[in-house]
């Protein structure tokens, strides 16, 4: 059995879905690795390192997608990739399916059996596997990072002979695995922290990193998914949440934004006119910045972008933030990976699919042609 690992394609991808570290686990599965030459050195691992560790190394561009009977990638092929994947073969990576469904059939009109890792279920078993969960811890510690640089003032208090310097005050709306990080990074570095989130049970873990639950008459017992998402509001509850967050967005110097509801456009939480009602040098870090949507949390962010409003406002819009720090990123991701391909790969070098074992079956995308996981067949056909 072949593995193959690409290098990424995409602009700003330091990544590898792959590390040294892991390739001597592989190996010890029975399989060969092929990894696509300049595949780690975003992540600071050279071509050397994953011979050293076992690797054969690929010289010809994109010649992973065509040699390997499993290919690990991080995003969705390309057209030509995926025309390029022999008939038949698997696919694991972040797929993004429901955003790319041409890709999705490309792939069906291939036979390839594809698996999106961000589907993992939240269940016990499945946890070493969560790439959501890993790649979102770094995402909140990058942006409570991010948004100490572009603020003006100092996180800590500070007592000296010049004088009492106030700390920081940072306010971070959604508490999921990003945002407390996020609370946890900011409280580390010494600012006062502030949370909210739709999902009440949450209250407690954002106490036991250091910050202060904000609590609101909108929220609701019920928000959240048996999955643990947060579900997707009303339009009525949203506008009053809104109303009654203002004052905690508007006090704050920083606001590190990140609620999300899975497969959806992030839920608008910081319209335009409270962004004018902050003060000059206040900071918006929104980590649900989305491309398609045209924004994040924030109405005014701009994806893939840092710009200051004509009001003096920073807003971080920078999309993929773990790659910013991709050594330790890629460890997690490289982590994740194995411990899924552990399942496909039982260790005798062939590989055994249960498309009846509660995670393949949460993650399968594509199979023997046919698109078969539920949602992705309906924004397929939609």
């Known amino acids: 059995m072949k593995i ?18 892991v390739i001597k686990k ?131 208090m500070m007592i000296t002979a010049a004088g009492t310097i106030a700390p920081a005050r940072v306010f971070v709306l959604g508490a999921g695995v990003a945002g407390l990080q996020a609370i946890a990074t900011a409280k580390r570095l010494g600012a006062v922290v ?14 036991s990193v250091g910050g202060r639950f904000i609590e609101l008459p909108t929220t609701r017992p019920d928000a959240q998914t048996t999955g643990g998402y947060a579900k997707q509001q009303s339009e009525e509850d949203r506008k009053r949440q809104v109303e009654l967050m203002a004052k905690h967005v508007s006090a704050a110097d920083v606001v590190i934004a990140t609620a999300a509801v899975f497969g959806k456009e992030p839920p608008l939480l910081i319209p335009q006119d409270v962004v004018n009602q902050m003060k000059p040098g206040s900071v918006i870090v929104d980590i649900a910045a989305d491309a398609a949507a045209g924004r994040g949390n924030c109405a005014a962010t701009k994806p893939g972008e840092r710009y200051t409003t004509d009001s003096g406002v920073v807003i971080e819009g920078s999309a993929n933030l773990p790659a910013r720090v991709p050594v330790h990123s890629s460890q997690l991701l490289a982590n994740n990976v194995f411990a899924f391909l552990k399942e496909i790969l039982p260790g005798e070098g062939w590989l055994k699919l249960d498309l009846e074992d509660e995670i393949q079956k949460a993650v399968l995308i594509t199979h023997q042609g046919n698109v078969v996981h539920t949602l992705v067949l309906g924004a397929v056909s939609g």
């Open 194 to 207: 502030e949370a909210y989130d739709v999902r009440p049970v949450v209250r407690e873990q954002v106490l």
């Open 26 to 156: 592989l190996t010890g599965l029975g399989v060969t690795v092929l990894v696509e030459s300049g595949a780690g050195v975003g992540a600071h691992h050279s071509d050397s390192d994953y011979e050293q560790a076992g690797a054969s190394i690929l010289r010809e561009a994109d010649s992973a997608w065509s040699q390997g009977e499993v290919v690990v990638a991080i995003h969705p092929p390309t057209p030509d990739q995926a025309a390029a994947m022999p008939e038949g073969c698997v696919l694991v990576g972040m797929l993004a399916p429901l955003k790319n469904p041409q890709i999705v059939k490309a792939l069906a009109q291939r036979k390839v059996t594809s698996f999106s890792l961000e589907f993992m279920p939240r269940i016990t078993r499945a946890q070493p596997m969560d790439v959501l969960s890993s790649q979102a811890n770094v995402s909140g510690y990058v942006s409570a990072v991010l948004g100490a640089e572009a603020c003006p003032k100092m996180f800590p």
């Open 4 to 21: 193959a690992v690409p290098k990424q394609s995409r602009q700003g991808e330091t990544r590898v879905p792959v590390v040294p570290a």
